[in-house]
């Protein structure tokens, strides 16, 4: 049976609800083992899947675990996720300034994986900052400020748990049915109404096309639509990194620079403002327009930032201990002329060497080191200039391996 349905997936053909149960249940208990289920996913990878096994594949997902039930917070309840990047911390800003609206959001965020970072790494950058919050403290903190960020509860899709780690290993974490099915059961077992998915495309991204972004953004409007859900979809770059600092608690920094209305990284600033604004429009019923307003009123009245502070309180984090290394290095330019471009990966690959992200599982992160971009793309550059920091604890890795800046 087992073998049948890796061979049938191999050709190309459907399965049925029946077979990918057995298979993904049976990989969950333990008797489908990881080589099979490997296969199995690298068949799903090169043949994609039907509409049909994406929806069966979602319910498999979602019934493999607990919901959560929100529905006694009156309004719309609102989250968010991202496909994953380098820099992308626009979860700490836009909670805050979305909450701060009287949108309630419940956001369980991920860890990193390869060369992204992950929500939940950044925010244990703040010394205290609890992450591991349960059901009941979760419904309690949402009652009480409107705001909860921590990690998924370990009952939430277990199934996406261990799927997601084979991918991680297998070369099968960009398969659009897979990113679908793990993004949306996650999205749909955490009690949201309405969810907004920024679909990241670029060199520091899982996809890097146009084309297959809005593949999944059409797939996960469709599964939104079998479960009555909302769903909106931005595409946005993962060329360059977002924002100027890379890095957890570097970031931390960064995102509360942009709450405080003291950011200079325009395209960040950009960003954040976009995705709250979808949420609070989705949130409060309320045309882009009316969104945007609020959404910069407040920031501007400090109304964002000082939901941020309750939340890191309420949480147990102190922003005040926060530590970046004292050790620094500034990379220059070594001609005149333009950037051209700073390629995502390629950063994302020094702060993981530099120890910000984990290359093993038993790896300790390294919350005070990172990169700070002195300069941006289109940035007339001097030789000599500053292009950027390093911000390290241990040793600098050979910088030759790693081309981020283009100047011409
Ligand atoms: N984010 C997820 O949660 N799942 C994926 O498969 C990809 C990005």
Known sequence: MIIDIINKKR???E??????DYFFNGYLNGDVADYQMSSLLMAICINGMSDEEIFALTKIFIDSGDTLDLSFIPGNKVDKHSTGGIGDKTTLVIAPIVASLGVSVVKMSGRGLGYTG???????SIPGFRIDLDDSEIIKQ?????VVVTGQTKDLVPMDKVIYALRDVTGTVSSIPLIASSIMSKKIAGGADKILIDIKVGSGALLDNIRDAKKLEELMIKIGKVYNREVRCIISDMNTPLGMNVGNGLEVLEAISVLKGECHNQGFVDLCVLLATNMVSMGLDISMDEAEKLVLD???SGKAYNKFLDLVKYQRGNIDKIIISKNTLEVKAKSNGVVEAIDALEVGKLSLDLGAGKVKKEDKIDYGVGIVLNKTVSDKVKKGDVLYTIYYSKKIPKLDNYKIFTIK
Do not use: A, H, R
């Open 142 to 146: 949402v009652s009480d400020i409107g």
């Open 11 to 13: 050709l190309g053909l």
């Open 298 to 300: 407040s920031i501007k």
């Open 118 to 124: 992950g929500t939940i790494d950044k925010l244990e």
């Open 15 to 20: 399965l049925s609800y029946q077979e990918l």
